[in-house]
């Protein structure tokens, strides 16, 4: 019997621009992006719930992701759930959301956008 298959993963590209051919795509398990952009857009939301896993740059995205969801229309309102007391050190808090808007807010001038962004957060 042969050996039982095993994906190829990329590893961590450094930081900076990625490499011609890094796609992080192929370290999914599984992608229902198509299927979750199909539900989006099907027809406007009134509320969307997102439950922010880890703070830091992936918080930031979360951030992006509510302020685009919102300035296109595509829900009316976003509840972003945080823990209240941390389980791994990771985990996002409500600090977190204002030190990541705080952060936004002395970037370029993007970032500031996004930080001041009405509904935002």
Request: proline share 7%; hydrophobic share 45%.
């Amino acid at each position: 019997m042969g050996q039982p298959h095993r994906p190829k993963l990329q590893r961590g590209c450094p930081t900076g621009r990625q490499p011609a051919g890094w796609d992080e795509r192929a370290n999914l398990l599984v992608d229902d992006t198509a299927r979750v952009w199909d539900f989006v857009r099907s027809r406007p939301r009134r509320r969307l719930v997102i439950i922010a896993d880890n703070a830091g740059t992936e918080l930031l995205m979360d951030l992006a992701l509510v302020d685009f969801l919102l300035s296109e229309g595509l829900v009316e309102r976003v509840a972003l759930h945080v823990k209240q007391q941390p389980f791994f050190v990771s985990d996002t808090m409500p600090r977190d959301v204002e030190a990541g808007l705080a952060a936004l807010s002395r970037g370029d001038p993007a970032a500031r956008a996004l930080a001041s962004a009405p509904g935002s957060i």
